[in-house]
């Protein structure tokens, strides 16, 4: 197994950013393994996936029904919102019914914020916009209402910007369940041995942030797009938690329960069995 490279696909946010920091900073013995970081947007990630690309991924929960196939989930990675998630936000005060009538600035339709929104609104008037240009959009004028991913969510106030709605605090009032965003996916031609080695590994890496959490943070910041570090802290602290060294329980049924009723609800075309590494 010496000197095998692993490609390692993540988004440009500070907490995938936190994740793998010992593996970018090679701080934790890998064992003849390294690591290619392919750092993309996580609509760019959810296509590579379904194409096949990459050996290991960061994936939109709403994604990985689709590529069920090739990829099992990592039980390490896990992105959960618990009582918070992607903000709608709107530059007037706006109620859920004006919403179902204006057009609304997305992250990507294979997003699991996406997929939130159409649980919460079913149908919906959308445009995809990159998620780093969606407070610009809102702010021309060019759509009514955007859907916030990444530290979106902690900076809209401060550029004046109205709340309509959480969709992770809408789902905890739901189902009394966190929502799970995204996850890391890996290939399962792998194999067994290489698929246990690179899930310690990862599982390694995310502790490894935890306990040394202050150059993690700093390594971090410059994936913030301009937040000082105690916003990337608080950032890297709502995402990065329990569920992300492993789903639990709890985890495992939320992500259940929110492809279930994706499916019910026709957003996705088949019914997910989940497959854990």
């Known amino acids: 197994m010496?000197?095998?490279?692993?490609?390692?696909?993540?988004?440009?946010?500070?907490?995938?950013?936190?994740?793998?920091y010992a593996?970018?900073?090679?701080?934790?013995?890998?064992?003849?393994?390294?690591?290619?970081?392919?750092?993309?947007?996580?609509?760019?990630?959810?296509?590579?996936?379904?194409?096949?690309?990459?050996?290991?991924?960061?994936?939109?929960?709403?994604?990985?029904?689709?590529?069920?196939?090739q990829y099992a989930l990592l039980t390490s990675g896990a992105s959960m919102g618990d009582g918070y998630g992607p903000l709608l936000i709107s530059r007037e005060p706006m109620g859920v019914e004006e919403l179902r009538r204006t057009t609304i600035a997305v992250p990507g339709m294979m997003t699991t914020a996406y997929l939130a929104l159409r649980l919460f609104l079913g149908e919906a008037n959308t445009v995809v916009v990159p998620f780093d240009k969606i407070m610009d959009a809102v702010e021309a004028g060019a759509v009514g209402a955007g859907l916030l991913i990444h530290e979106g969510q902690l900076t809209y106030a401060k550029r004046g910007?109205?709340?309509?709605?959480?969709?992770?605090?809408?789902w905890k009032s739901e189902t009394g369940l966190p929502l799970p965003l995204g996850g890391n996916a890996i290939k399962k031609s792998l194999g067994p041995e290489l698929i246990a080695k690179v899930s310690d590994l990862l599982r390694e890496s995310i502790q490894f942030g935890l306990d040394h959490r202050e150059p993690a943070v700093r390594h971090s910041m410059k994936y913030g797009r301009g937040?000082?570090?105690?916003?990337?802290?608080?950032?890297?602290?709502?995402?990065?938690?329990?569920?992300?060294?492993?789903?639990?329980?709890?985890?495992?049924q939320a992500v259940r329960l929110l492809l279930d009723r994706a499916h019910q609800a026709g957003v996705i075309p088949n019914p997910v069995e989940l497959e854990f590494a």
């Open 227 to 252: 937040m000082e570090e105690s916003l990337t802290d608080e950032f890297v602290g709502m995402y990065v938690n329990d569920y992300t060294i492993d789903y639990g329980e709890r985890g495992r």
């Open 23 to 69: 593996l970018a900073a090679d701080k934790i013995e890998t064992d003849g393994l390294s690591f290619k970081h392919i750092i993309e947007d996580i609509e760019t990630l959810n296509r590579r996936a379904i194409n096949a690309e990459l050996d290991v991924t960061a994936v939109s929960i709403h994604a990985y029904a689709y590529v069920l196939d």
């Open 161 to 170: 910007f109205h709340k309509i709605a959480d969709l992770g605090e809408w």
């Open 2 to 20: 010496n000197n095998r490279e692993i490609t390692l696909g993540h988004s440009p946010d500070p907490d995938d950013a936190f994740m793998f």
